[in-house]
């Protein structure tokens, strides 16, 4: 279908004068664009859902969700940094299979960290012997600063952490 669209398009851009005065014609189709019916309304529309958008986009940078959404987030961080704590005082040498059944809420986590714009390991910590002291240390430090309300801090001491990580 698209060949035999196309091949209509080039013959009716050679009757039509379309090559030969493309330049013109361009600028005749885009000046044309407002003298079609409703394009008024439509344009009112449009610039309406654009002011609200932004004013919403503007509402929501101020009215405190996003502080509220990092503490939330830094609980669930200090929660699960303390069962993986627990979990490795109680059953040492079976890292990283004791936390299996936290692996969805640890992947949560690692997205919802990643949206907010802070590092986060992911399951980089799983392949190393002493990554259940680590991956505490690290979820207790970041979930603490983020329910502290301390997101900047938050923000380099995750970094901090990956350059550790990977030295």
């Known amino acids: 279908m698209i060949p035999v669209l ?4 080039k013959k009716w851009l050679e009757a039509n004068g379309g090559y030969k005065y493309a330049g013109e014609w ?72 004791n936390v299996d059944d936290l692996k969805p809420e640890l992947l949560s986590c690692h997205l919802r960290l990643t949206k907010a714009g802070i590092w986060s390991p992911g399951l980089a910590f799983h392949s190393r012997s002493e990554g259940a ?20 801090e938050a923000k380099q001491n995750a970094l901090g952490v990956k350059q550790a990580l990977e030295a």
């Not at 196309?6 to 398009?9: A, K, R, W």
């Open 133 to 152: 002291l680590w991956l505490a240390n690290y979820l207790e430090t970041i979930g603490t600063l983020l329910t502290e309300h301390h997101f900047a």
């Open 26 to 97: 361009i600028i005749d189709a885009v000046a044309g664009v407002p003298r079609l019916p409703g394009f008024y309304p439509v344009l009112l529309v449009l610039s309406g859902m654009l002011v609200g958008v932004w004013f919403d986009a503007l509402l929501r940078r101020f009215d405190g969700s996003r502080n509220t959404k990092l503490v939330n987030l830094g609980n669930d961080l200090r929660r699960l940094g303390r069962d993986i704590r627990q979990r490795q005082n109680v059953l040492r040498n079976s890292w990283p299979h």
């Open 6 to 9: 196309v091949d209509f398009l």
